[in-house]
Every structure is written in structure tokens, then in C-alpha cells.
């Protein structure tokens, strides 16, 4: 199975600033890699598609890049309501293995 | 608007089985496969596998064959995970997610999954 890493598993920010988290696979996986954002007791959410796609109706403030192994998601204005958790997942090879999320707490 | 809608909690003994269901409305059901996640208490996303809209041919990941039965009714636009023997270890929340690529052929692999239901959660407790 392809292994996805994320870093950091956490991280403390403000609104407004610009948060980069970043996520690793164990082998090249093109451009199939997903960002979700969850919620407390909420179901995920799809941001990023194709590692660079933004999802309809989707804010902007939401970034994805890179190819292969290493993919970031950016948000470039931390928004209150941005405090959640984040997964990538790769959609290159079943199954589809999701990272181990990070954290996104207010400072 | 497309949305997915799982079954209520459960609560079940050890060895007992369960099904969860998760119906789909908004879009047409068989054009786009349905994935199974599950997410033990404060951990992390499991990709359990997907069922082919179109075909209702199933695919496991390997931890999650045997026990583990996707199904799907088309004439009610429902899926559902049958689990088996449960364990306390299948303590989760379960999700059903759809995929985001539209495949009216019925041949593609899942992507992304751009809907998702909004969990069960199946409690195994003696």
C-alpha cells in the first residue's frame, strides 16, 4: 500500500496568517491526491482534487500543489472557521490511503 | 443537491452483525461508485474500499475482507455495509462517500470523494 505522511501532525495559528501543511508519499503518485477538511463530529469535506483543483464552492484562501511524492495545501488567510482537521489522500492506487491529518488549533 | 444519508446509530455485541445504509439522492446512482471510510474514536480516515454503482461488484482493501460486505439496492438508490462477527476493535463512525468522477460506462476506480453521508456510528459492546 502507498503510505501517506503529513506534516506536522499539528500546528497553532492566528487569523490571518498562512498556514502550509504538507503531506509525503511513499511512491510517485502523479497528481491523484485529495485535501479534506473535517469538523468535529462532522463528516470530511473535499477541498483539493487532482492536487491542485479547487472544489466548488470551495474559498480561494485554499491552495494544493506539487506532483509525485510531495503535495502542500496552503491557506494564505486563516479564517475562524478553518480551525479543523486536514487529510490528504492519494487516488493514484487502490486502496486509497489517507495521511494521518493534521491538526489546525488557535493560537 | 446530491446528498448521501446514513442509518442511525448502533449499538451491537460482540459476534453480533450490523448493516449500515446510506441512500443517495440528487444524481443519477449507478454514474458514480460509493466508498466505505471508517474513523475510530479520535483517530484517523480508513479507506475500507468501493462498490460499482452500476455493477454492484464490491472491492476490499485487504483489511476489510471477509467480514466486511458492501451491497448495493439501485431500485432504492441505497448502499450498504453489512458487518459480520463484529469485534470492539469496529467501534467507528462509518462513512459512505461518492465519488467524485462521473462514469456512466460503470468501468472506473474511485478518485476523490466529493459527498459524503454524514457517518454512523456502531458501537460493539457487551
Known amino acids: 500500500d502507498i503510505q501517506m505522511t503529513q506534516s506536522p501532525s499539528s500546528v497553532s495559528a492566528s487569523v490571518g496568517d498562512r498556514v502550509t501543511i504538507t503531506c509525503r508519499a511513499s511512491?510517485?503518485?502523479?497528481?491523484?491526491l485529495a485535501w479534506y477538511q473535517q469538523k468535529p463530529g462532522k463528516a470530511p469535506k473535499l477541498l483539493i482534487y487532482?492536487?491542485?483543483g479547487l472544489q466548488s464552492g470551495v474559498p480561494s484562501r485554499f491552495s494544493g500543489s506539487g506532483s509525485g511524492t510531495d503535495f502542500t495545501l496552503t491557506i494564505s488567510s486563516l479564517q475562524p472557521e478553518d480551525f479543523a482537521t486536514y487529510y490528504c489522500?492519494?487516488?493514484?492506487?487502490?486502496?486509497?490511503?489517507f495521511g494521518g491529518g493534521t491538526k489546525v488549533e488557535i493560537k | 443537491q446530491v446528498q448521501l444519508v446514513q442509518s442511525g446509530s448502533e449499538l451491537r455485541k460482540p459476534g453480533a452483525s450490523v448493516r449500515v445504509s446510506c441512500k443517495a439522492s440528487?444524481?443519477?446512482?449507478?454514474?458514480?461508485?460509493i466508498n466505505w471510510v471508517r474513523q475510530a474514536p479520535g483517530q484517523g480516515l480508513e479507506y475500507m474500499g468501493w462498490?460499482?454503482?452500476?455493477?454492484?461488484?464490491?472491492t476490499y482493501a485487504q483489511d476489510f475482507t471477509g467480514r466486511f460486505v458492501f451491497s448495493l439496492d439501485t431500485s432504492v438508490t441505497t448502499a450498504y455495509l453489512h458487518i459480520n462477527s463484529l469485534k470492539a476493535e469496529d467501534t467507528a463512525v462509518y462513512y459512505c462517500?461518492?465519488?467524485?468522477?462521473?462514469?456512466?460506462?460503470?468501468?472506473?476506480?474511485?478518485?476523490?470523494?466529493?459527498?459524503w453521508g454524514q457517518g454512523t456510528l456502531v458501537t460493539v459492546s457487551s
Open positions: 511512491q510517485g503518485i502523479s497528481t491523484w
Open positions: 462517500a461518492r465519488d467524485r468522477r462521473y462514469c456512466p460506462g460503470g468501468i472506473c476506480e474511485p478518485t476523490e470523494f466529493d459527498s
Open positions: 462498490i460499482n454503482s452500476n455493477t454492484g461488484n464490491p
Open positions: 489522500q492519494q487516488a493514484n492506487r487502490f486502496p486509497f490511503t
Open positions: 440528487g444524481y443519477t446512482f449507478t454514474t458514480h461508485t
Open positions: 487532482a492536487a491542485a
